[in-house]
Every structure is written in C-alpha cells, then in structure tokens.
C-alpha cells in the first residue's frame, strides 16, 4: 500500500508539474489530485523539493530507458539517433493526449526552472543533461568512425548541439501547443550533425 501511494503522488506530481511547473504547483493540489492527505504526502517527502526530486529520478529513468532501446540498441550509429528522435516525439504525442496540452521535455523544463534557484536539483538536472549529452557524443563517435559524418566533426559540441536542438524544439511544441512544432524536428537531425549518409 506504501509503495502504491508513493508511486501515485510521484506520477500525480510529475503529470501537474508537466503540465505547468514545479512553482505553480502546491502540495494541495498534489494531494487533492492523488487523492491523498498531506500527512501521507510528508510521511514519503520531506519537502516539495524531495517531491520533486523523485518526480526527476522517475522522468529521468523513462528517458534512459528510451535511449537503451534506440541509441544503446542495434544498427548504424545514425539511424539509431534517428530512432530515438522518432521515439522521443512519440512520447510527446503521448503525454499531449494524457495532459490535454502540448508538453515540453520535463528534465529541460526543469533545468531551465531549477537553474540557480534549487541548490539541489539545479545540479540533478545539469547531471541528466551531461548525461544525455555522453550518450550522443558516443553514438557520434562511432558514427565518424565510420565515415557517417565529416571528420571534422567534434562529437562532444555536436552531441551538446543535438541535445540542445531537441530541447528548443520541444520547448516551441510547448509554447505554440502545437506537437506539429515537436514532429518536425526530426527532419532537422541530419543536417545539424553534418551527416554524409
């Protein structure tokens, strides 16, 4: 029962916060949303910031399963790049129908919300970023290794460039509600990395 109650604020959380941000919303509405008091809610977190932390941790293993299957899977280094591009605007299209509303990344969401303001999920989300970032840069590597990219490529600015272009295009589909916005970024994945295949 534990567990089941602690697994429904984290998802009633993260959906809220998905949804808005983590300043707009309140541990009332957290409770009122998952159906639970305050007391149990504190009995799990500490703080909101604890809340939030576990709502991170939970983003955050969906999006390295996500990269296990697609960049950490089988194939030629781009088309697996490609394949998680493709599954990343799936599961935004996912969450638009869940929430009713176009959805940003939720790790770049909160980076940029937490960034000097959170001691300590400031720097949780500036690890997941990095850690994003390493699994592209080794991707790109391989993928220059094998002729699939100019040589000139440096893999590390271009993995921070893709990370980087998949956030803003995921942050214009939130601002505009338009997951079109989101679905259009995969065409712009190969010129950016100077692909030769």
């Not at 149990?40 to 703080?47: A, E, K, T, V």
Request: charged share 20%; net charge negative; hydrophobic share 45%.
């Amino acid at each position: 029962m534990g567990a089941e109650t602690r697994g429904r604020l984290v998802a009633t959380a993260g959906d809220l916060m998905q949804a808005s941000s983590f300043a707009q919303v309140g541990v009332g509405d957290v409770c009122r949303a998952a159906g639970v008091n305050k007391g149990s809610l504190y009995h799990f977190f500490d703080s909101k910031e604890d809340l939030a932390a576990a709502v991170l941790d939970a983003h955050w293993a969906r999006m390295t399963g996500l990269m296990e299957v697609t960049v950490g899977g089988e194939g030629e280094p781009l088309d697996r790049i490609d394949a998680f591009v493709a599954a990343f605007i799936d599961t935004l299209d996912q969450r638009r129908r869940e929430l009713g509303t176009t959805p940003g990344c939720p790790i770049g969401s909160f980076a940029a919300e937490f960034a000097g303001s959170h001691p300590s999920l400031g720097p949780r989300t500036t690890h997941m970023l990095g850690q994003w970032v390493t699994v592209f840069e080794r991707a790109l590597d391989e993928a220059r290794a094998l002729g699939h990219v100019d040589a000139d490529l440096d893999p590390a600015v271009a993995a921070r460039s893709l990370v980087g272009y998949v956030q803003g295009m995921a942050l214009m589909a939130q601002a505009m509600d338009d997951p079109g916005v989101a679905r259009s970024m995969a065409v712009g994945v190969r010129p950016l990395l100077q692909a030769t295949t």
